[in-house]
């Protein structure tokens, strides 16, 4: 009788179990609590959070179970300035976009068009408000697609040098205006304070770059009868300035280095 009364209740019991877990299953799908009420969006930079949201498709008032955040994902990586995205639910009414963005350093110059290029050298959309970056000019080769890598180990060198100068002299890359990648002397500068080429070459780019930033703080302190035509940092341990037909060695070891005529 025991055995049988304690079978009973236990039927009873998962019954109940059951019709409980159907009504709060059926509230969470209705209930209003659980509708999209605030859409949050972080990480988003260059790009509006207008573009991003008409791209995720999320329909305030929509109920929060019915989103599909992968889709809403892929819509948003549409946009090539986007590197990374994620979506999620943050109970009860808000959905969560994280946006990780391409970071913009130059822009590649083929065919007289202007792309703008990430970090990686990804080719980017040309945007207007990206003209003030550095122009770089260098072979490419094969066919440019938006959202790849640029085929071309000197485009990606060039995109090596100028984000180690953004990192280490941030001023010296805004003063930055051409970058040329050259068969024979290899990476070429142009500046836009000084107007002067400069030879970078190849490689070494660390000690170069302290070496360029230190030369044309002493140049833009001293005068000279003539002005610089070039900087040549091709040599190891040594900057030549070139005036005119002439030209200057200066060798920087120590604070007390200095130009020698």
């Avoid at 999209?36 to 929060?64: C, E, W, Y």
């Avoid at 000197?154 to 990192?167: D, G, S, T």
């Avoid at 035509?229 to 900057?239: A, E």
Wanted: hydrophobic share 40%; aromatic share 10%; net charge positive.
């Amino acid at each position: 009788m025991k055995k049988l009364l304690s079978i009973l209740l236990l039927i009873g019991f998962l019954f109940l179990g059951i019709k409980v877990g159907t009504r709060y299953a059926h509230w969470l799908k209705e209930s209003v609590s659980f509708r999209v009420r605030r859409v949050h969006v972080v990480g988003n930079v260059h790009i509006s959070k207008t573009d991003i949201l008409k791209r995720a498709h999320i329909p305030i008032s929509q109920k929060i179970w019915s989103i599909d955040l992968q889709q809403a994902e892929m819509g948003i990586l549409e946009n090539r300035f986007v590197k990374s995205v994620q979506v999620f639910r943050s109970f009860p009414d808000a959905i969560h976009i994280e946006i990780e963005e391409r970071n913009p350093i130059a822009l590649l110059k083929v065919h007289g068009s202007l792309y703008v290029l990430d970090q990686e050298a990804v080719l980017l959309p040309s945007a207007s408000q990206y003209y003030d970056l550095p122009v770089v000019c260098g072979p490419v080769r094969g066919s440019l697609e938006i959202g790849c890598p640029v085929e071309s180990m000197e485009i990606q060198n060039a995109i090596h040098f100028l984000q180690f100068v953004r990192q280490d002299r941030p001023r010296l890359y805004a003063d930055i205006s051409e970058v040329i990648m050259e068969k024979e002397e290899g990476l070429l500068l142009y500046l836009s304070s000084v107007r002067t080429l400069v030879k970078i070459g190849r490689g070494e780019f660390e000690w170069k770059v302290r070496y360029l930033d230190a030369v044309l703080d002493e140049l833009r302190r001293e005068s000279f009868a003539s002005p610089v035509k070039y900087l040549d940092l091709r040599f190891q341990g040594q900057v030549i300035v070139g005036f005119g037909a002439r030209y200057e060695k200066m060798e920087r070891g120590n604070e007390n280095d200095h130009c020698r005529t």
